[in-house]
């Protein structure tokens, strides 16, 4: 499956998974409790100054980073056309600061120390007889399609940019929808084959 991990080193590459995935929680529950417009303002300013700061590695997702914004604008947008325009910049900065977060740790970190980070928290479960690789593995996967998926829409979408000079938009759905399918196919014969059944 193609993934967004950056091969290009940051300094957020040196950090330990389960710090990632620690400050990620904390940083993501943070944005949910927090109201008060300035201080959501001022955490989603300090979230972008860190996406930048992975240099090269963060700037190539500009694209998704594009989209997110398109989708923060049209939620405040609607919040303003219901007359709440306070609303819908919060909620705006909640999403745009918590994807920032969530898109550093996927371009950051590999999917194999996630998958160990998982394991050892789910480790607990084990003595009640819970396959707790399996679970993980299926969490895990979750996570990767998630990122596969967005992977294949970019490809699908330069090589069309490319053929006739604008983005593809609802027309690549179909082929989107096959290349997917074909993903989970190939996997699940991987799985079978190393699982056992």
């Given at each position: 499956?193609?993934?967004?991990?950056?091969?290009?080193?940051?300094?957020?590459?040196?950090?330990?998974?389960?710090?990632?995935?620690?400050?990620?929680?904390?940083?993501?529950?943070?944005?949910?409790?927090?109201?008060?417009?300035?201080?959501?303002?001022?955490?989603?300013?300090?979230?972008?100054?860190?996406?930048?700061?992975?240099?090269?590695?963060?700037?190539?997702q500009?694209?998704?980073?594009?989209?997110?914004?398109?989708?923060?604008?049209?939620?405040?947008?609607?919040?303003?056309?219901?007359?709440?325009?306070?609303?819908?910049?919060?909620?705006?900065?909640?999403?745009?600061?918590?994807?920032?977060?969530?898109?550093?740790?996927?371009?950051?970190?590999?999917?194999?120390?996630?998958?160990?980070v998982?394991?050892?928290?789910?480790?607990?479960?084990r003595?009640?007889?819970?396959?707790?690789?399996?679970?993980?593995?299926?969490?895990?996967?979750?996570?990767?399609?998630?990122?596969?998926?967005?992977?294949?829409?970019?490809?699908?979408?330069?090589?069309?940019?490319?053929?006739t000079?604008?983005?593809?938009?609802?027309?690549?759905?179909?082929?989107?929808?096959?290349?997917?399918?074909?993903?989970?196919?190939?996997?699940?014969?991987?799985?079978?084959?190393?699982?056992?059944?």
């Amino acid at each position: 499956m193609r993934s967004l991990y950056a091969t290009r080193r940051t300094w957020l590459h040196g950090v330990p998974a389960w710090v990632k995935l620690l400050a990620l929680s904390i940083g993501g529950t943070a944005l949910m409790l927090t109201g008060a417009l300035g201080q959501l303002a001022v955490a989603a300013m300090i979230v972008l100054a860190l996406f930048l700061s992975l240099g090269p590695a963060g700037w190539r997702q500009w694209r998704m980073l594009r989209g997110l914004l398109i989708a923060c604008t049209l939620i405040a947008g609607f919040h303003w056309l219901a007359g709440d325009p306070a609303v819908g910049v919060i909620s705006a900065l909640r999403i745009m600061a918590a994807s920032m977060l969530a898109l550093m740790l996927t371009i950051t970190t590999r999917f194999d120390d996630l998958l160990t980070v998982l394991e050892t928290i789910l480790s607990p479960l084990r003595r009640f007889g819970v396959p707790v690789e399996r679970i993980a593995l299926g969490i895990g996967l979750t996570l990767r399609f998630a990122e596969n998926f967005y992977a294949q829409w970019q490809r699908l979408d330069d090589a069309h940019r490319a053929r006739t000079g604008r983005g593809g938009g609802l027309r690549l759905l179909a082929p989107l929808a096959i290349r997917a399918l074909q993903t989970a196919e190939r996997v699940a014969d991987a799985l079978v084959a190393r699982l056992g059944g």
